[in-house]
């Protein structure tokens, strides 16, 4: 007698979601043009008729006007309302697209038992046919769940759906526009001067900001995009909608003026140049195979933020900040703080440095958010543009001193104490502090140390590399800096060049912080090559290569573990004083330019001897042949 085992079928593929994160590039769109309509809007309601109009004309025009303004501000309601459904479903999306992660980790999961217990009956024998087919039996129940739960799925995503399309239809036309103009009582005025008088506490801001409603805070985020994306205390997702809204305006704006055939100015064109950059430093990830950040196989989208988006700030060298992560909820923030010749263009360099820094910290399982701060006035020049900005050349001056750092330091102390304010937190553990710390490099671990030294940076630990000095006359010691215990960390490559100008004095940047008896951590990172003036590019690269995977593994490995909470691996401190170091390369530079010199004579002297001995052979060969 043959019995029958019934084993469950395989659970089909299930689909890839058509609506993804990506969605929110629309709801960008929407508040983009909300914004135009807004500010469209408040013009003609604040302009009527020429000044010197009358009578019929001005009554005219004041009616044009009004009726305009009327007509862009119910635009601007719709959009608004769009916006705020099309926010709900990008969240809808985001939670679905995990259900659904989980589902195919748990399909691939069923099939495979399905497939052994198919082969484990192939191979059975009669006793084992009891014990097979309750096991079967248990299986199909399970496959039944799963299924149940697949069909679940799309019902979510089918209704999702309904309500964004509905949300569409209800103002898909003028007077549905105006009707939720009119329905909307939000006083944008009375909001922005609220955020005013709270003044620059985060922590103030962010108690307010999230007892506002969803639809207030869209309003503020479509009438005063600037204002809320860079607001200390914000949360970081508001941030970065208000400003991928401005972002999205520049570039709409100044490309449309330029397909137009309208030539830009300087001042229009640095703007464009530094809103290019910013889109660039958004879309890194995109130009790379994405990171299974989980440990479930499959790589991981990205939540880009830009945290920062002040493109004329500092004199038209711009502010920005770029965040692969979210700080909000990252277990590990970074915050890398670049140095001289950085502004505002060269986001996306900072930022491929901060994104090679994520990809490594997410690599033990925990969340991680890495951040491109450029967010003070750095010593910047461009030596390929000095002609056009002269006055830049008057700012790379700056870098003898630490004026810039000083400054920069109250800045980025203000922007680590927004990030504090929006920690989240952990339903697992009650636990609202990201495990926070600040790197930074070259003339931003100046600034990064005058942020701990002056104002009391609220970070958990601090790295500063590529370091020219600790800051300032008042700090001869880690303690000086006010960080916790064992937490500052220094990486300094011997033929690093920047390394070796820690010094105090007048044109000082303060103690070098890599020296042994300063009290630091110091952590090893590769030398690099040895460099000759007339290959300072070694040199550069020997300064910018401590995030680089390929020419700096040790140092990469080491800051991703501080990132992480870990100790990285120590050496020991410098007992060489930078200054010494400085003035043992000049002295040994000198001797090997008089070698090249020498040797280069040499070889010009022995040339035109051989030269004048080939002449005078040839000559006596020319005169040997006159005679017989």
Sequence with gaps: MTTTILVPAHVPAIPEMTATAQAASVTTALRSTATTMSDVSEWMTAHGAPADWTGDASLAADHAMTRVAEDTDAARAAFTRVAIACDKFVDKVCALTAVRDGLVS????????IDALTTRINQSTADDIATLQGEAEALQAEVDRLNDRIVRLWDDVEAAEDLLIAAFQAVDSTSEGQDAADRDTTDVAALRAELTAIGGDPQAIND????LS???REALKISDPDLIGNTNGIPTGDRDDANRTSLDRDLDDLTAKQDAGEGLSKEEQRLLDRAKAAEKAIGIPD?????DSDGDGVGDPVDVNLLVYQPGAFGGD?????SYGDPDTADNTAVIVPGITNDGTSIATQGADAYELYKNSVGNHESAATIAWMGYDAPSWNPQNALDWPGDGLDMGSVINEQKAEAGGRL??????????TDTVDPDTGDAR?????????????TAAHAAADHGLDADALSLIGSPGAGGNDVNNVKDLGMPEGKVYVGAADNDFVTWLGTDGPVGMGQDPA???FGAKVFPVADGPEFHADDVGQGITNHTSYFDPVLNPESLSNLTSIVQGDEPTLTGGRTQDANDMAFEWAQDEVAHQVEQEVATTVQEATDVYNDSADWVGDRVDDFTGLWP
């Design 208 to 211: 307010w900001w999230t007892h």
């Design 214 to 216: 969803p639809a207030e």
């Design 412 to 421: 980025l102390a203000d922007f680590v104490d927004g990030l504090r304010a």
């Design 106 to 113: 748990d399909r691939s999961k069923r099939n495979g038992e």
């Design 318 to 322: 711009g502010a920005v900040a770029v």
């Design 287 to 291: 130009t790379q195979p994405l990171v």
């Design 434 to 446: 990201s495990n926070l710390t600040v790197i930074g490099h070259s003339y931003g671990s100046t």
């Design 515 to 517: 020296q042994a008896d």
